[in-house]
Nanobody
Framework: VQLVESGGGSVQAGGSLRLSCTAS????????LGWFRQAAGKEREGIGI???????TYADSVKGRATISQDNAKNTLHLQMNSLKPEDTAMYYC???????????????????WGQGTQVTVSS
């Protein structure tokens, strides 16, 4: 599974960004997919995931401000973030399930495939 994120950038507080993640190598397989972020000096945290049955769950820190969607035809995962805050500043990663070797658990899914990340910077 190969994942490539795009759409990061700098935005003022209150603004919005839409991140995208294009996946390859897993066509026709149903996997958990998700978005994570890691701020400087902090541990990586989950933002939200699409579980195998299609349910989408969000972390409390972004609930109501984040929307995850999936375009199966284009093998693309999106993250729409609204009402951005300076504390949303982080490197954002998309991830796919690796049920054998994955080392990051979130929402019952085991993530082990990661993109290179895209930086989001929110200024006050």
């Amino acid at each position: 599974v190969q994942l490539v994120e795009s759409g990061g950038g700098s935005v003022q507080a209150g603004g919005s960004l839409r991140l995208s993640c294009t996946a390859s190598g897993y066509i026709n397989r149903r996997l958990c997919l998700g978005w994570f972020r890691q701020a400087a000096g902090k541990e990586r945290e989950g933002i939200g995931i699409i579980e195998r049955d299609g349910r989408i769950t969000y972390a409390d820190s972004v609930k109501g401000r984040a929307t995850i969607s999936q375009d199966n035809a284009k093998n693309t995962l999106h993250l729409q973030m609204n009402s951005l805050k300076p504390e949303d500043t982080a490197m954002y990663y998309c991830a796919a399930e690796d049920s054998v070797y994955g080392r990051t658990w979130y929402g019952g899914c085991r993530f082990g495939f990661w993109g290179q990340g895209t930086q989001v910077t929110v200024s006050s």
